[in-house]
């Protein structure tokens, strides 16, 4: 097809696309006339959050307030009133719609995926859509309401999409819901405990929950000293393989031809031990664990450590490969160009594996940085904490691991590496790939899970996150109206009413975890934010930027060639002993 005849295509279906959009689901414009006043008295006012559409208050000599709309695309004394371009991209479809169309309607993307120009066009304007969703730069931290320079210059706080409630409040939420946060204990009982495992409807296995837990640890390497600070660089900087310091890259660096160390254990290759190295410059974080790696956390657990381990076996073997072209070069120029091209590898399995398999889109993402230089896209990231919470996909554990005939539970499968090291590193994948996930959603925390909940939940009343409709507010998503319209079904409905009372009062991860999935793999507001945040730290990574993104930077045609055709199975399956077949993040029959 020529570019002529694609462009027309182009314009041929995204206007079929809109009919289609614009007949399933035409949105109104809701407009609040009516402005009735507020008795306020004793509380700052903007605890009643008055302003509309994303407005922001500022309190007014303690009674009284103003709304600056500024940018929000209304204006009045509240923001309520539409501007005339607002009347006509409110017709643009809602984050719910176009979820919808993007994982239906399988003859249209049939048709579009069988494009290369089509796919690239729809896959770039959905990069840009997400990341839209994400502030750049960010404006709010959790210890002011309102904006302060330390957002951006203290790179140790975590981010916020949404500044905290202001803390003098009659309730938790502002003026909504109850005086007091319902008891944390008493919400795991009846909203969180697994009666019976619920597997995952989109067939998820282990090794899906694996990397998004090794991934993540990226940005948030180790706690900070409280829920609002964090260790590391909140980017997707590769650091859970090279470390978040130059003391600890240097400590994991083997010095000759810009590998990593490691040692050969049965034959294979694993991280080198790390008491062999009276090394004296490692940080305490690095010196602590018996495997030298980047992230402490992943010598205890065998399914981080699988992850950690085919990571190194990639850096090695591509410094290889860039030997094979680049005999002259010495020990950093290899091991930087190795890291660079690693980087890319994350990147790029991270869309189109990890991400597709997420999202469910029936859109087959494309992988080119070039569809978004000198758009609008902002190469810079930052990590929220709502993200960070978000992540908290703890429903995904599985009670037990059956690995050849043995069965470990989740306590001897998650916290030492006697499973891997006992059955062998391809049969522990194996397993992985073989065990189906828990879906992400109301009562499926097993037991083991608990502490984390705890934990998370308080650190989230610590930070005084707003509640759930805020966030569907936040992300283009329309605020849920009753508990049912949350929770899709009346049992869990009614919990949540008796503990909350007002369902602009249900807290942040609770609302998260008791969205109705219908069938993917989280509900749709998880969904639409994970994706938003995702997207847009894939794409900020410098490699993706326009001065990176070519083949000298990746030691030419070598490197460039393995960033293009990198994927999940090419990655494991390059550096397993046992050739593997079919490796996906779903449980193949
Ligand atoms: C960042 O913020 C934290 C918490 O307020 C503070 O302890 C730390 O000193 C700040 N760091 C910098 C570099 O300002
Ligand atoms: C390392 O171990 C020592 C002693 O076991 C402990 O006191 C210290 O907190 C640990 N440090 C880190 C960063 O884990
Ligand atoms: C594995 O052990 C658990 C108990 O720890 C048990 O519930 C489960 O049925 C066992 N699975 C198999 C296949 O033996
Ligand atoms: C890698 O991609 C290049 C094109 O970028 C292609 O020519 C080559 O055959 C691919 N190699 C493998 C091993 O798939």
Redo the contacts with the bound molecule.
């Keep these: 097809m020529t570019g002529k005849e694609a462009k027309v295509w182009t314009a041929i279906l995204s206007s079929s696309v809109a009919v289609l959009v614009l007949s399933t689901s035409y949105r109104f414009v809701n407009v609040i006339l009516t402005e009735e006043a507020s008795e306020l008295s004793g509380y700052d006012p903007c605890c009643d959050y008055p302003c509309q559409n994303l407005g922001v208050c500022v309190s007014d000599k303690f009674s009284d307030y103003t709304c600056d709309c500024v940018g929000t695309g209304y204006y009045g004394s509240r923001c309520t009133i539409p501007e005339v371009g607002t009347l006509f991209s409110n017709l643009i479809p809602d984050a719910t719609s176009a979820y919808g169309l993007l994982t239906s309607h399988d003859w249209l993307w049939n048709l579009i995926n069988g494009n290369n120009d089509l796919r690239d066009q729809f896959s770039a304007q959905l990069y840009l859509s997400l990341s839209d969703f994400t502030d750049s730069p960010p404006a709010f931290e959790s210890e002011h309401t309102f904006i302060t320079g330390n957002v951006f210059y203290n790179k140790s706080l975590f981010t916020r999409s949404l500044p905290p409630v202001p803390s003098r409040c009659p309730t938790p939420m502002g003026t909504k819901g109850p005086k007091e946060y319902p008891d944390i204990d008493v919400l795991m009982n009846k909203l969180f405990a697994r009666k019976e495992f619920i597997p995952d409807p989109q067939n998820s296995n282990l090794l899906f929950q694996y990397y998004a837990l090794h991934f993540g640890r990226q940005f948030v390497q180790g706690p900070g000293t409280g829920p609002q600070l964090f260790r590391g660089t909140g980017e997707m900087d590769a650091s859970h393989i090279y470390g978040t310091e130059e003391k600890d890259r240097q400590a994991l660096r083997s010095g000759i031809s810009g590998k990593l160390r490691s040692q050969i254990l049965n034959g294979e290759e694993f991280p080198a031990i790390l008491s062999d190295e009276p090394d004296t410059s490692t940080s305490q974080q690095v010196k602590n664990q018996t495997f030298a790696l980047a992230d402490p956390m992943f010598s205890s657990s065998p399914g981080l450590f699988v992850f950690a381990t085919i990571w190194l076996r990639e850096h090695n073997r591509v410094c290889d490969e860039l030997l094979k072209v680049h005999s002259d070069w010495d020990d950093q120029r290899l091991y930087e160009t190795a890291r660079m091209i690693v980087s890319g590898e994350v990147v790029k399995i991270t869309l189109v594996d990890f991400v597709q398999h997420l999202s469910q889109y029936k859109l087959d993402l494309s992988f080119n940085p070039e569809l978004l230089h000198g758009t609008r896209f902002q190469f810079h990231n930052r990590i929220h904490a709502e993200f960070n919470h978000l992540f908290d996909w703890h429903p995904f554990v599985a ?2 691991l ?1 690995i050849n005939e043995a ?1 470990y ?1 989740v306590k001897e499968y998650s916290s030492s590496l006697d499973p891997l090291f006992n059955e062998g590193m391809d049969k522990f994948i194996e397993a992985l790939l073989k065990t189906r996930a828990g879906e992400i959603s109301a009562r499926n925390h097993g037991e083991s899970m608990y502490p984390f909940l705890k934990e998370a939940l308080k650190a989230s009343r610590d930070m005084r996150f707003q509640g759930i409709n805020a966030y569907r507010r936040k992300f283009g998503l329309r605020p849920f109206s009753t508990f049912e319209d949350l929770t899709g079904e009346k049992e869990t409905a009614a919990v949540l009413e008796e503990m909350y009372g007002d369902v602009d009062a249900v807290e942040y991860y609770v609302g998260l975890l008791m969205e109705s999935s219908d069938s993917s793999i989280s509900g749709l507001t998880m969904m639409n934010m994970a994706l938003a945040w995702t997207v847009k730290s894939i794409f900020s990574n410098p490699v993706c930027s326009h001065l990176y993104w070519k083949p000298s930077t990746f030691g030419g045609k070598v490197g460039w060639d393995i960033i293009q055709n990198a994927s999940l199975q090419k990655l494991f399956c390059q550096n397993m002993r046992t050739h593997c077949r079919d490796l996906a993040f779903t449980v193949l029959p």
């Design positions: 009670d037990y059956l069965n539970s």
